[in-house]
């Protein structure tokens, strides 16, 4: 089972917002129109960056991490970035889950029976 973080992101008309998204991280545009900038990368000597233009229920997957410039473009717009759970999350939800299971044995073993 995967797990994300998902984080909503509100944006006026004309605002640029510049934030730090990972690798493989999921943009989902939920309402208004988008410019979405990738971090700059070399290639030779030449430095690109890639933008890409999204509308309402259109996704876009980053393929590198680094700072992405989100742009709305005409009216305000909502982005919903999905970000890959670190591994040290789903060890966290077991060891939660152990926990909680031997809790629950715990609490019937302590209670007393009714005749």
């Known amino acids: 089972m995967t797990h994300c973080l998902t984080t909503t992101t ?8 510049h934030i730090p998204l990972d690798r493989l991280t999921t943009l989902e545009v939920d309402s208004g129109r988008v410019v979405v900038r990738e971090p700059l990368h070399w290639l030779g ?6 933008g890409v233009t999204l ?21 305000g717009a909502v ?8 591994a040290a999350f ?3 939800l077991a060891l939660r889950r152990r926990v909680m299971a031997y809790a629950a044995r715990l609490s019937r073993v302590a209670s007393p029976l009714k005749p």
């Not at 509308?55 to 009216?75: I, S």
């Not at 982005?79 to 670190?86: D, T």
């Open 10 to 17: 509100r944006l006026q008309r004309g605002e640029a917002l």
């Open 79 to 86: 982005i919903r970035s999905h970000r890959p759970a670190p």
């Open 90 to 92: 789903a060890v966290w």
């Open 45 to 50: 000597e030449t430095m690109l960056s890639r």
């Open 55 to 75: 509308t309402h229920g259109e996704f876009h997957r980053l393929e590198r991490g680094g700072w992405v410039e989100l742009e709305a473009c005409g009216g």
